[in-house]
């Protein structure tokens, strides 16, 4: 796994970058370093590790057999789920040289491709396809082939790592002949270590955010939960706290089975999930107009008047203890609480002088004498509280 956390006495720095102070999560396999570089372009700081492994079947004789199969008696109708599926379907049968006469045999056949991808690696082998949908999701595929008449037709599905038995199921209830062609399957990741690590810092609410880009790598994730009894605390997690950004709503199928709230782009491409990330994780923190600032809080920093004041772990807690209810009073017992159970009491006042450097203005946090400390709103009259 890989980090990179902000310096404890790193500079305020002014930037427009809008994940610019938060952490972002990712759990793919492949493109992991593609979309970890667009997430830092947009400012944020990345913590990668797969939560899956792919494995290719090309020695496997389930794939030669149906390939075989299908050689022999081709398929009226051939789907191609994903791109790498397809293409790893062809250069595992070219291991067998069974390549050619496969792809002579699809000539015959009409061939769907569920999103782009698979488009392009059907073109790649010289095949052209019949249909695509605009929604790249296996239902509209299912609901297009269950528009004409399956009786008796061979279909041909190519599975992208999982079966698929709702929808080979309503084939056969069809009347269609269904060869399923297994071309990989997922697997746990070889360095589970990584893996854990990036759950324990979702567990700790040091990720503000948890990229997802197929549906297994979801699986994968909370499959690894379960594994090592954390699996509730990080549903609860992302449920509450940190959000699920998925490239598409078939990738965010696990997490929506476990009723966690998730987000995706209306394109399946990880360009678009980054800029969907980049507008909505901003948005779950308002801004606030305090002593005549705009204030806006981050994953590990501040936002103020476009400047991002990085701000350590304990700070930032009692930060966001102070925004919580903002421009209510809280009193030190409750800031104590966010300073550890070991912290003494007079380590309030201490934190409160470190924050109020942290953020270059020490009129931003007032002191309410004898009863604690609060933001100064600039809706509220607080011109008798006077910093410590």
């Given at each position: 796994m890989s980090t990179t956390a902000p310096a404890p006495n790193a500079e305020p720095v002014t930037t427009t970058a809008p994940l610019a102070g938060f952490t972002v999560a990712?759990?793919?396999?492949?493109?992991?370093?593609?979309?970890s570089t667009l997430l830092r372009r947009k400012g944020a700081e990345v913590i990668a590790a797969p939560a899956l492994r792919i494995v290719p079947l090309s020695d496997d004789q389930r794939l030669a057999t149906a390939s075989r199969e299908l050689i022999h008696r081709p398929a009226d109708i051939v789907i191609a789920t994903t791109g790498i599926g397809f293409r790893g379907w062809i250069e595992g049968c070219d291991t067998w040289g069974l390549a050619e006469p496969l792809v002579a045999s699809m000539h015959h056949s009409r061939v769907l491709a569920r999103g782009p991808k698979a488009k392009g690696a059907i073109r790649a082998a010289g095949l052209t396809e019949e249909w695509s949908p605009p929604s790249e999701s296996?239902?509209?595929?299912?609901d297009y082939l269950l528009h004409s008449d399956l009786d008796g037709l061979r279909v041909a599905i190519q599975l992208h790592g999982e079966p698929l038995p709702d929808f080979t199921a309503a084939l056969r209830m069809a009347g269609a002949d269904v060869v399923e062609v297994p071309v990989y399957r997922w697997t746990e990741p070889e360095d589970v270590a990584a893996l854990d690590r990036l759950i324990e810092a979702v567990l700790a609410r040091s990720v503000d955010a948890v990229t997802f880009t197929s549906a297994p790598a979801a699986a994968g994730l909370l499959g690894r939960a379960s594994r090592t009894g954390t699996h509730t605390d990080l549903v609860t997690a992302l449920r509450e706290d940190v959000l699920a950004m998925c490239v598409g709503p078939v990738t965010a199928g696990p997490l929506m089975?476990?009723?966690?709230?998730?987000?995706?782009?209306?394109?399946?491409?990880?360009?678009?999930?980054?800029?969907?990330?980049?507008e909505e994780l901003p948005e779950r923190f308002p801004v606030l107009?305090?002593?005549?600032?705009?204030?806006?809080?981050?994953?590990h920093a501040v936002?103020?008047?476009?400047?991002?004041?990085?701000?350590?772990?304990?700070?930032?807690?009692l930060l966001r203890a102070l925004t919580r209810r903002p421009g209510q009073v809280r009193d030190r017992a409750e800031l104590l609480a966010c300073l550890g159970d070991d912290a003494e009491a007079h380590a309030v006042e201490t934190a409160i002088?470190?924050?109020?450097?942290?953020?270059?203005?020490?009129?931003i946090i007032q002191t309410v004498v004898k009863r604690g400390y609060r933001l100064a709103l600039d809706n509220g009259d607080c011109s008798h509280?006077?910093?410590e």
């Amino acid at each position: 796994m890989s980090t990179t956390a902000p310096a404890p006495n790193a500079e305020p720095v002014t930037t427009t970058a809008p994940l610019a102070g938060f952490t972002v999560a990712v759990t793919a396999a492949r493109r992991a370093d593609e979309l970890s570089t667009l997430l830092r372009r947009k400012g944020a700081e990345v913590i990668a590790a797969p939560a899956l492994r792919i494995v290719p079947l090309s020695d496997d004789q389930r794939l030669a057999t149906a390939s075989r199969e299908l050689i022999h008696r081709p398929a009226d109708i051939v789907i191609a789920t994903t791109g790498i599926g397809f293409r790893g379907w062809i250069e595992g049968c070219d291991t067998w040289g069974l390549a050619e006469p496969l792809v002579a045999s699809m000539h015959h056949s009409r061939v769907l491709a569920r999103g782009p991808k698979a488009k392009g690696a059907i073109r790649a082998a010289g095949l052209t396809e019949e249909w695509s949908p605009p929604s790249e999701s296996s239902a509209e595929v299912l609901d297009y082939l269950l528009h004409s008449d399956l009786d008796g037709l061979r279909v041909a599905i190519q599975l992208h790592g999982e079966p698929l038995p709702d929808f080979t199921a309503a084939l056969r209830m069809a009347g269609a002949d269904v060869v399923e062609v297994p071309v990989y399957r997922w697997t746990e990741p070889e360095d589970v270590a990584a893996l854990d690590r990036l759950i324990e810092a979702v567990l700790a609410r040091s990720v503000d955010a948890v990229t997802f880009t197929s549906a297994p790598a979801a699986a994968g994730l909370l499959g690894r939960a379960s594994r090592t009894g954390t699996h509730t605390d990080l549903v609860t997690a992302l449920r509450e706290d940190v959000l699920a950004m998925c490239v598409g709503p078939v990738t965010a199928g696990p997490l929506m089975a476990q009723d966690i709230p998730t987000d995706w782009p209306a394109r399946a491409r990880i360009g678009a999930q980054v800029r969907k990330l980049a507008e909505e994780l901003p948005e779950r923190f308002p801004v606030l107009p305090v002593a005549g600032h705009q204030l806006r809080l981050r994953g590990h920093a501040v936002v103020l008047d476009g400047i991002v004041h990085p701000i350590s772990p304990a700070l930032m807690r009692l930060l966001r203890a102070l925004t919580r209810r903002p421009g209510q009073v809280r009193d030190r017992a409750e800031l104590l609480a966010c300073l550890g159970d070991d912290a003494e009491a007079h380590a309030v006042e201490t934190a409160i002088a470190r924050l109020r450097t942290a953020l270059g203005n020490p009129k931003i946090i007032q002191t309410v004498v004898k009863r604690g400390y609060r933001l100064a709103l600039d809706n509220g009259d607080c011109s008798h509280h006077e910093p410590e």
